[in-house]
């Protein structure tokens, strides 16, 4: 089965490396990378240009014009530029666990999509994670990461729960399995049937939305929180606005109440057209 791994980025080139580094570490390794780029500078492009010479994995960089936050924007044009039956998204400040791919690809369901979480870093950790800490997966191992700072509390189970453990922690999570931006997966063809994301919204649900139509749609969303792990590297949210949280709101409910299948500006667009920018 071909497999694409899509994220986001904007103007995060030292996140993004860091997030590289997690994916040219994969147990599993036979997947594309498809960077949606949502309008970084020269020094995002040429971080890009430099790793792929280095590296065996396939990367394609699809970029668009700076025209603020419009992460499904660029979502739907990475879509269309992979070349996967079988989809995983994750963020541009997420770094996988080795295991992150084949995790995802072991629990994939074909009627159903995956809902993931990720362990949250404090912005120190964050800064002192380095290649070598990913290689050798010290990133995940909650000791080290108490020797650097973090607190231990009960969610680093996220970092030491496996196999029969790992299950029975992602059947009783009280967490609702949603469309989750930073970690979930499906098949391409259901991304497709659903329009892809919904365009007219910028930041503030619009990763639940896109859930909400597949599950009208009739899938069936699975917890793996537990199973596939992925770190998060702090940062602040400055493009964050009241007007785009209200908007965001509005089209979700809508979608809710209506049990909307269909984005009403999605991926259909860009079918027939080639505005995406592939470096």
């Not at 997030?19 to 020094?43: M, N, P």
């Not at 770094?95 to 992150?100: G, H, L, S, T, Y």
């Not at 009627?111 to 362990?119: C, E, P």
Request: proline share 3%; aromatic share 10%; glycine share 6%.
């Amino acid at each position: 089965m071909k497999t694409s791994v899509i994220f986001t980025t904007y103007n995060s080139p030292v996140w993004l490396e860091k997030v590289l580094w997690g994916f040219f570490e994969q147990t599993h390794k036979d997947f594309e990378i498809v960077i949606a780029d949502d309008g970084s500078g020269d020094e995002t492009r040429q971080l890009i240009e430099n790793i792929k010479k280095q590296v065996p994995v396939e990367i394609k960089h699809i970029w668009q014009q700076d025209d603020g936050f419009q992460k499904c924007r660029i979502l739907n044009k990475a879509i269309m530029a992979s070349e996967g039956d079988y989809l995983i998204f994750t963020d541009g400040d997420c770094i996988p666990r080795a295991d992150f791919v084949e995790q995802h690809l072991r629990l994939s369901e074909p009627n159903g999509y995956l809902s993931g979480g990720y362990f949250k870093l404090l912005m120190s950790i964050s800064e002192t994670i380095q290649q070598e800490d990913i290689i050798s997966q010290r990133a995940f191992d909650v000791e080290w990461l108490v020797s650097n700072g973090l607190k231990k509390t009960h969610k680093t189970m996220k970092l030491t729960a496996s196999g029969v453990w790992a299950n029975f922690l992602n059947n009783i999570s009280p967490a609702r399995p949603t469309w989750n931006g930073h970690n979930a997966s499906c098949y391409k063809k259901h991304i497709l049937a659903v329009n892809g994301f919904e365009e007219s919204m910028q930041y503030g649900g619009q990763d639940c939305e896109f859930g909400d139509r597949l599950v009208h749609y009739g899938l069936k969303p699975k917890c793996i929180r537990y199973s596939a792990v992925c770190v998060h590297l702090d940062h602040k949210r400055s493009y964050v606005t009241p007007e785009m949280l209200q908007n965001s709101e509005a089209i979700r409910l809508n979608t809710k109440n209506n049990k909307s299948i269909q984005a009403k500006v999605g991926i259909a667009q860009w079918t027939s057209e080639k505005e995406s920018v592939s470096i």
